[in-house]
């Protein structure tokens, strides 16, 4: 029944996705993200996909109905959470969570073909690949400057755009066939259990439900927390991850992101009423993962 339940939610989501004549999906590009890596693997080679400059304009595309769903990494093995992603999509009520991605990262550190690793003098990524790759910089390249860029794949691009043979990007090993760049060092991350969770965004109108997670937000004071993933456990759900993040209105309140798996969204919404007393939830979805 379960993989019956399971095949029925992917079925409407492809439906709802083939649907459209105009561009569906929209990403953090350019090019060789992974970020668009994550794409392709959820909705396929076929789909047309959108990358723009900046997590919160992909979710712009989305409520002006330009496209139908933006795919967010969410969080990180190593970094952790993406808070300033986390927080666009789960402070803006318009969006539901309606999928998942499980992404390994396996960094690598890219330069202009010919490039001795003894030249680098420049390193730029997305600060999560940066931060993935802290002990091997700091074995290997300690004396490096460390650029920010908007994604890996934009490091890369700017790194083949500028022709510079003091500079290197840190990104996936794909994206050097992209901007036509050398792989100096593969695996830069610390761990191989690096993984990425990305979420596919649409609006409530697209929503479809998917049976092996739950995601919602709580807003309200911390003492009230406890009580409330006391009665989440007591209906048969085993909670995954609970992050905080600041109200922005008064010390002491926040907004509590509770992913979840098992039990059912029927008793997700009981829940939420029985505690609306003190806490304002909101449920971002019932997904499936890839």
Not at 148 to 176: N, P, Q, Y
Not at 227 to 247: W, Y
Request: charged share 20%.
């Amino acid at each position: 029944m379960r993989r019956k339940l399971l095949t029925l939610s992917v079925l409407v989501l492809l439906l709802l996705v083939t649907s459209t004549t105009f561009a569906s999906v929209s990403y953090l590009g350019p090019a060789g993200t992974y970020t668009e890596e994550a794409t392709i693997l959820f909705f396929g080679e076929k789909e047309s996909i959108t990358p723009v400059k900046t997590v919160p304009e992909a979710l712009n595309l989305v409520k002006s109905g330009q496209c139908q769903y933006a795919v967010v990494p969410v969080e990180n093995t190593i970094g952790g959470p993406v808070y300033n992603y986390l927080d666009a999509v789960v402070n803006d009520a318009d969006l539901v969570v309606i999928g998942e991605i499980n992404l390994p990262i396996r960094q690598t550190l890219l330069a202009l073909p010919g490039t001795n690793l003894k030249e680098i003098k420049t390193i730029m990524s997305h600060p999560q690949g940066i931060a993935q790759s802290q002990d091997w910089l700091k074995a290997n390249l300690p004396a490096a400057k460390l650029i920010e860029a908007s994604s890996t794949a934009e490091a890369a691009k700017r790194v083949s755009e500028l022709g510079d043979t003091t500079m290197a990007a840190i990104a996936a090993s794909r994206t050097a066939q992209v901007y036509n760049l050398a792989i100096l060092a593969n695996d830069l991350q610390y761990t191989h259990d690096n993984v990425t969770r990305f979420w596919v965004v649409t609006l409530k109108q697209n929503q479809v439900q998917g049976n092996q997670r739950s995601a919602l937000v709580a807003l309200g004071p911390a003492q009230s927390l406890p009580s409330l993933l006391s009665d989440i456990h007591r209906k048969g759900f085993k909670i995954v991850s609970v992050h905080d993040r600041p109200a922005k209105t008064i010390l002491g309140k926040y907004l509590y992101v509770i992913e979840l798996t098992g039990g059912k969204t029927d008793e997700l919404l009981k829940i939420s009423k029985n505690h609306e007393k003190n806490l304002k939830i909101r449920i971002l979805g019932a997904f499936d993962t890839k």
